[in-house]
């Protein structure tokens, strides 16, 4: 049976965006969802930091080939770095505004976000079978190229949503039904 894991942005948490409707929807289903809480803010947000909290969802074999990932804006990059770099594999990615190498958004977010990129991002295609990229056209924070070039580069199928913002709460995503498309 599949389990899900829910991996929050900077600055962010599992209770923000449309992390709680997933979860929510998830549970209603009496399927199995994991939503870390990830330490955020400069100074605590990097990717060892990071990397400590999954390795222990790992060590409980709570990330495996049956569990699906659903990240949102810099926590699709991290976990492909993650991913990669432990060679894991799971069934299923769906990665909600991801990005690489991207610098550009602010000197904080920037400053959080430098640890989590990496170079060999097509190296994530032997971790899962399906990687589903959602962007948006006209995402406040990281520009529409970014999105789709790293979309373009792991992507077995992508959404675009031509006004979405950056599918976060403050873009009127409390809820994400086509999430639910992929569980």
């Not at 009496?30 to 605590?44: A, H, K, R």
């Not at 299923?92 to 958004?105: D, E, H, P």
Request: glycine residues 4%.
């Amino acid at each position: 049976m599949s389990n899900y894991l829910l991996v929050h942005g900077s600055f962010g948490s599992p209770f923000v965006n449309w992390f709680t409707y997933l979860r929510n929807e998830i549970e209603k289903r009496d399927l199995i969802v994991y939503t870390p809480d990830f330490p955020t803010g400069v100074g605590y947000q990097n990717y060892t930091n990071w990397e400590k909290v999954l390795e222990s969802y790992v060590s409980a074999d709570l990330i495996n080939e049956d569990t699906v990932i659903y990240a949102h804006s810099i926590a699709p990059i991290f976990v492909c770095h993650f991913l990669v770099k432990h060679k894991i594999k799971v069934k299923r990615l769906v990665f909600v505004c991801g990005f690489n190498n991207y610098l550009g958004i602010n000197e904080e977010y920037d400053n959080v976000n430098k640890s989590m990129y990496f170079d060999n991002l097509e190296d994530i295609k032997q971790c899962a079978e399906e990687i589903i990229c959602f962007y948006s056209k006209n995402d406040p924070y990281v520009k529409y190229e970014t999105e789709k070039e790293f979309a373009d580069t792991i992507a077995t199928k992508q959404i675009v949503i031509d006004d979405g913002g950056h599918l976060n709460s403050e873009s009127g995503y409390t809820e994400f039904k086509q999430l639910l498309e992929y569980l």
